[in-house]
């Protein structure tokens, strides 16, 4: 073997791993550059989003006044049930034969 196939043989047996090496830097400098880019677009998202201990405190607030109603209404139909039950019999079989013929309206 002469020496100017050993010099061809050692390049080509150094580029595999060199070629590797290539490949790999290429890919770290890539990976790197898109990692930072998502950095970016969380840091942004959540620097720009609204307040959300506000909002939730807005929700709960919210659904405080909803039961508040909801239980209002319930104390008022309460109310009128004992009112119908104290005027006697005669009003009660009057509401449940208008209940009666509302439910045979085709």
Same mark, same amino acid.
């Given at each position: 073997?002469? %020496?100017?196939? *050993? ?6 047996? %150094?580029?595999? @791993?060199? =070629?590797?090496?290539?490949?790999? =830097? +290429? ?6 550059? +898109? ?9 942004? &998202?959540?620097? %720009?989003?609204? /307040?959300? !201990? *506000?909002?939730?405190? #807005?929700? *709960? %607030?919210? +659904? ?15 109310? $009128?049930? *004992?009112?119908? $039950?104290?005027?006697? @019999? $005669?009003? &009660?079989?009057?509401?449940? $034969? #208008?209940?009666?013929?509302? /439910? !045979?309206? /085709?």
């Amino acid at each position: 073997m002469t %020496a100017t196939e *050993q010099v061809a043989a050692l390049i080509r047996l %150094a580029m595999v @791993p060199l =070629g590797a090496v290539i490949m790999f =830097g +290429v890919a770290w400098v890539v990976l790197r550059s +898109v990692s930072r880019q998502i950095r970016r677009r969380v840091e942004q &998202s959540l620097s %720009a989003g609204p /307040d959300w !201990n *506000q909002r939730f405190d #807005d929700l *709960q %607030a919210a +659904v405080e006044a909803i039961a508040f109603e909801v239980e209002r209404i319930g104390e008022i139909e309460r109310f $009128a049930v *004992q009112r119908i $039950a104290r005027r006697g @019999p $005669a009003v &009660s079989s009057a509401i449940r $034969a #208008d209940r009666a013929g509302a /439910d !045979n309206i /085709d």
